[in-house]
């Protein structure tokens, strides 16, 4: 018996260390997108500003046939710690396991699957827009809650495909820390740590089918103090240990020179009939390609959010807050590595009860996007 | 002189025919001897990275504008933009790297022929040499 231990072993290592593995380079590479964006709002005057508005710093390297290590650092809104601006993050930092296209394994900080959009929702030479879909616009971060909506690290995943024919059929199922986050602002011990016993558990299940890709993501996590993450809700005590569920599909087509892509979120609170904070996200993108160098597209995007208190004495802190934006752009590649993009935006944004704070903007903006 | 021309018509029609099809080439080692649309994009996006005998695929691009070079990924993939933009993709997703690109038909064949489970196209008329022809993709 413990030879046949022994044995088995031994072919599980030889699976994991090839002699023939030849050191493969360190890898350094980037983007970024630099914009100039005018906004027009009411009667005010309207404001011009350049913006470095992302920068993505790479790290890779292959370790072994199976073994592969990444890191990605990403600094938004022209970025300067002396004048307080933008904000600078550890994005990704994880090493990979490749077993076969059915399993691979991926240990440490990392954007997890939800929903297509998610996986290259920070990476701008993939994307035509300027101004991206609102949940997934990483430069909006300091007013608004981007990751109600979408999980945006992940710490453990195991994924892969199953093929059946000509049809795919992805998978992947990741666990991460849930929203009680530690920070230095709380002063909650280590900053940066989950402060609970409770993970965020999500999956992806998809499929692909020559040109058509579709999927179903959910995830689950818990906010064990309200106040913590959202302020509007601060007159609320005892209220502990919400359930959070958040639910998405998403469906992307290519037909020749048109594109197709959607997506819908649902996020949903269980607050014991106290509260309803419930989001829902959504956009539709239509493409066409009209030469092999120039892109143009329409996009509708759309976020609400529910602000109510189902408690009498608190009607007046009750609001429904929407923004609605649709817009086109073009994209025009000047080579490979290289896209020159416009856009122009209408913002609609409506505050249930609260006429002073809705209100009608439009932005023309214009952005270089560079790989290197 | 009119038969002269004619000869002289039918070959070049028949040469710009061959030139005109796309020949999936590989090295003598790899552990196939056909390969289908799906395959060709499998390994080419980097979705397959190893062949059944869990040696590594190798895939190799042409750099320069080449008509094979635009046949084969209409084939595979309905274009070259398609095509760069899931390189792009797995590359800043830390999933892949994009193939190597060599920069004619000619040095196509000699890495093809030297480099142990690569995989790679030329022009029908190109393939010479010791590697194995998997796919011909007919205009």
């Not at chain 1, 309207?46 to 650092?73: I, P």
């Not at chain 1, 558990?201 to 993501?217: A, H, I, N, T």
């Amino acid at each position: 018996m413990k030879k046949r231990l022994i044995i088995i072993f031994l072919i599980i290592l030889n699976v994991n260390t090839p002699a023939q593995f030849e050191e493969s380079a360190f890898k350094a590479f980037g983007y970024f997108q630099v914009s100039f964006m005018q906004q027009f709002f009411r009667d005010q005057l309207d404001k011009k500003t350049f913006s470095v508005q992302q920068l993505n710093l790479f790290l890779q390297r292959d370790l072994s046939e199976n073994w592969s290590a990444f890191v990605d650092f990403e600094l938004l809104n022209n970025y300067s710690s002396g004048k307080s601006w933008g904000d600078i993050s550890l994005n990704e930092v994880w090493v990979k396991y490749y077993l076969s296209k059915r399993f691979n394994l991926k240990i440490g900080l990392q954007v997890p699957p939800f929903n297509h959009l998610n996986e290259i929702s920070n990476k701008t030479p993939l994307l035509p827009y300027i101004i991206r879909p609102l949940a997934y616009e990483t430069s909006f971060n300091e007013f608004l809650n981007l990751e109600d909506f979408i999980p945006r690290r992940a710490f453990f995943q195991m994924y892969g495909f199953l093929p059946i024919e000509d049809t795919k059929f992805d998978y992947a199922f990741y666990l991460g820390n849930s929203p009680n986050i530690s920070t230095k602002a709380t002063r909650a011990g280590q900053s940066g740590i989950d402060t609970t016993n409770i993970f965020l558990v999500g999956g992806r299940v998809g499929l692909r089918y020559e040109d058509v890709k579709v999927g179903f993501s959910a995830t689950y996590d818990e906010i064990v103090d309200l106040k913590n993450i959202d302020a509007h809700f601060q007159v609320i005590s005892g209220l502990k240990n919400i359930p959070r569920v958040r639910i998405g599909t998403d469906i992307l087509m290519d037909f020749k020179k048109v594109n197709f892509s959607a997506e819908y979120i649902k996020v949903l609170y269980n607050a014991k009939n106290l509260i309803d904070m419930d989001k829902q996200f959504f956009y539709v993108t239509l493409g066409y390609r009209i030469t092999d160098e120039l892109y143009s597209y329409f996009c509708l995007h759309s976020t609400q959010e529910n602000y109510d208190i189902e408690l009498a004495d608190y009607a007046g802190y009750s609001t429904k807050v929407s923004i609605t934006i649709p817009n086109f752009g073009l994209v025009y590649d000047i080579n490979d590595r290289i896209k020159l993009k416009g856009q122009f935006a209408r913002v609609d944004v409506d505050v249930k009860n609260s006429p002073t704070d809705s209100f009608l903007s439009y932005y023309y903006s214009a952005a270089i996007s560079v790989f290197f | 002189m009119k038969k002269i021309l004619l000869l002289l018509f039918v070959t070049l029609f028949f040469y710009g025919k061959l030139n005109a099809q796309v020949a999936v080439i590989a090295n003598k080692n790899v552990p196939i001897d056909k390969v289908t649309k799906a395959q060709l994009l499998d390994y080419y996006s980097g979705d397959i990275k190893y062949w059944s005998n869990s040696k590594p695929i190798i895939v190799f691009d042409i750099k320069p504008k080449l008509d094979v070079k635009e046949e084969f990924y209409e084939y595979i993939a309905k274009n070259t933009a398609r095509m760069k933009s899931i390189w792009m993709k797995k590359m800043l997703s830390g999933e892949g790297n994009p193939p190597e690109s060599v920069i004619s038909e000619e040095e196509m064949i000699r890495k093809i022929e030297t480099t142990s489970g690569s995989i790679g196209f030329v022009s029908l008329s190109k393939v010479r040499g010791n590697v194995k022809t998997l796919l011909i993709i007919k205009k």
